[in-house]
Each structure stands twice: as structure tokens, then as C-alpha cells.
């Protein structure tokens, strides 16, 4: 299984590193011809519009929907998530995202660079999870088929919806590659 990491911005190295403890080949993406070489996709954390609009310049935002919504399995952390919801708030006039996970998600909710965090989590039933908050989104709603697997106090910051999997928060921070593992072992039973 080749896991490809979208290389436009944000924690590349540190989400090849925790592919890599949870025993999966990751690969940097940078061209469509890359993207076609990956049995799954992590699009890392940075900014969501500089995400979409070096998608757009380095002519990946069509090719990267299309596997998406031909069933490639990917998994997007902070704006990584944003990228995944199908909708919005918050966003730029004109953002968009690749969409996927049948949510509303809101860019920033936890506000500026300066109120970052981390907290403990219980992600998927795995037990207490150090999560690292920064500049983070949350989701504000899901459809009935998104399963919600960890929450901040009332809020949604981890999902899945078939094979697409988002976190508000960096797991690829903490050392601790459970998030990746699952998403590993998602990718396997697809």
C-alpha cells in the first residue's frame, strides 16, 4: 500500500514519519501524476485557501475530487479537514474544497494562532489521545452516515464517512501515530 501526503503545504515530513510507525509507505504529492500512484491520500494541516489555490496552480484540485469521489481513501487533518467537508463557514469568497464528507465545518473556530492548544481526547474508543489544536476548524454538523469519533468538550473534531477520515487536530505533532495507524487499517479493510 503506497499512502501518498499532499506536498503543498503544511506537516509532509511529520505525516510520512507517522505512515511510516504505522507501517505504511508514504510519498510526497505534488503533480496529478503522483496523485495517480496513491492507494490513499493525507492532506496535511497549513492554510485551506493556500491549499485550494496551489491545488488549483499546480493542477490538482480537479484530479484530487475525482479520486475522492471515486472512492480514494484520504484522510485530512486542520485544513486538511476543511478540504474534505462539502461545506463551509467561514471561508473566503469563492473557497472551495474538495469535499467528501457530508459536513459543515467551520475554518478557525478555535481561534487565532495565539489560542492554540493541546487536550486529550478519546478518539475512536483508542483511549486518551494528546491532540494539538492550532488555528484549528470543528465541525459544526454532520449527516446522519458521518461517524463522529472524538470530541473537544461539545465539539465534533474527528470523523468518518465511509473511506475519508478527518481530524481538526494534528496528530502528526504528538509522536503518537494512532490516528495514522487507524486510518492505515481503514485504507486495508476498504
Known amino acids: 500500500m503506497k499512502i501518498g501526503v499532499l506536498a503543498l503545504q503544511g506537516d509532509v515530513r511529520e505525516h510520512l514519519d507517522a505512515l511510516a510507525e504505522a507501517g505504511a509507505a508514504g510519498f ?112 459544526e454538523s454532520v449527516a446522519a452516515d458521518v461517524e463522529v469519533l472524538a470530541r473537544a468538550g461539545d465539539r465534533i473534531v474527528a470523523v468518518r464517512q465511509g473511506p475519508l477520515l478527518a481530524t481538526s487536530f494534528h496528530p502528526e505533532l504528538t509522536g503518537d501515530a494512532r490516528v495514522h495507524s487507524y486510518f492505515v487499517e481503514m485504507v486495508r479493510e476498504l
Open 28 to 139: 510526497p504529492v505534488r503533480r496529478p501524476e503522483e496523485l495517480d500512484a496513491a492507494d490513499a491520500l493525507v492532506i496535511p494541516g497549513g492554510e485551506s485557501t493556500t491549499i485550494w489555490k496551489l491545488a488549483t496552480a499546480f493542477e490538482l484540485l480537479e484530479p484530487l475530487r475525482m479520486r475522492i469521489k471515486a472512492g480514494l481513501p484520504a484522510y485530512g487533518s486542520c485544513a486538511g479537514m476543511i478540504m474534505l467537508a462539502d461545506r463551509i463557514e467561514g471561508g473566503v469568497e469563492g473557497q472551495q474544497t474538495l469535499g467528501g464528507i457530508d459536513m459543515v465545518v467551520r475554518r478557525n473556530a478555535f481561534g487565532r494562532q495565539v489560542d492554540s492548544f493541546e487536550a486529550d481526547l478519546d478518539f475512536a474508543g483508542r483511549g486518551p489521545l494528546r491532540a494539538v489544536f492550532i488555528r484549528a476548524p470543528w465541525v
